[in-house]
């Protein structure tokens, strides 16, 4: 029924950039909240930035001016742009999203298989 594929992560330097991109699948699907979610090994797994569908977005104080959350509605896609990257960004990242699959299926919530993002020294 709907796949929900992360994409974008991978090793970078400190103070590279990483856009994460998470696509749903379904012609009639339509996104409400968005939301990053990371987990560093050993580590709770806690909310990076979220945003619901009137575009306001809550960040995690330790990302706050360097990543950006966004959506495109019309590809089903939402993003995490991640600026100025520093070793302790470095964990799995999850995407969360909360939407209908059509008009007749109620909301629910989604959730990408994770994507590694490494920040060497």
């Known amino acids: 029924q709907v796949q929900l594929v992360e994409s974008g992560g991978g090793l970078v330097q400190a103070g590279g950039s990483l856009r994460l991109s998470c696509a749903v699948s379904g012609s009639t699907f339509s996104l409400n909240a968005i939301g990053w979610y990371r987990q560093a090994p050993g580590k709770q797994r806690e909310l990076v930035a979220q945003?619901?569908?009137?575009?306001?977005?809550n960040y995690a104080d330790s990302v706050k001016g360097r990543f950006t959350i966004s959506r495109d509605n019309t590809k089903n896609a939402a993003y995490l742009q991640m600026n100025s990257l520093k070793p302790e960004d470095t964990a799995v990242y999850y995407c969360?999203?909360?939407?209908?699959?059509?008009?007749?299926?109620?909301?629910?919530?989604?959730w990408g298989q994770g994507t590694q993002v490494t920040v060497s020294s």
């Open positions: 945003s619901n569908s009137g575009a306001s977005a």
């Open positions: 969360n999203v909360r939407g209908k699959i059509n008009y007749y299926e109620p909301m629910n919530d989604y």
